[in-house]
């Protein structure tokens, strides 16, 4: 059935935009600086950053939390699309991490304005 392939399909990639964005974090608290991928965008400009240690400290708990929800997320979605069951559940999931992750936005783009 090719919608469920779509969906276990999406739900891969969902999980592993969990898990590169874990690593992106867990990278520049290591390094201590700013690389550019999932939280900082391509056209943003960050040879001249105020506080990179700032944002990455206020960044860091959300993103881990946000990463795991989407890896744990995904990973149930891929469970539920595979045996046909958690219909319900597996849609209501779904709406909280979308918004989750809106409010991920809202604080990533606040500190970019306080650090960045």
């Given at each position: 059935m090719i919608g469920n392939e779509f969906n276990l399909l999406i739900d891969g990639m969902i999980t592993l935009a969990g898990f590169l964005l874990c690593?992106?974090?867990?990278?520049?608290?290591?390094?201590?600086?700013?690389?550019?991928?999932?939280?900082?965008g391509?056209?943003?400009?960050i040879?001249?950053?105020?506080?990179p240690e700032g944002f990455i400290r206020y960044?860091?708990?959300?993103?881990?939390?946000?990463s795991v929800l989407l890896m744990a997320t995904g990973a149930?979605?891929?469970?539920?699309?595979?045996t046909g069951r958690f219909g319900l559940v597996s849609g209501v999931t779904s709406f909280?991490?979308?918004?989750?992750?809106?409010?991920?936005?809202?604080?990533?783009?606040?500190a970019q304005k306080l650090y960045l």
């Open positions: 690593r992106n974090m867990m990278q520049m608290k290591k390094s201590g600086k700013l690389e550019k991928g999932f939280m900082l391509k056209n943003f400009d040879s001249n950053p105020k506080d960044m860091y708990l959300k993103t881990i939390v946000l149930f979605q891929i469970i539920a699309d595979y909280v991490l979308f918004g989750l992750i809106i409010v991920y936005a809202f604080f990533a783009r606040r």
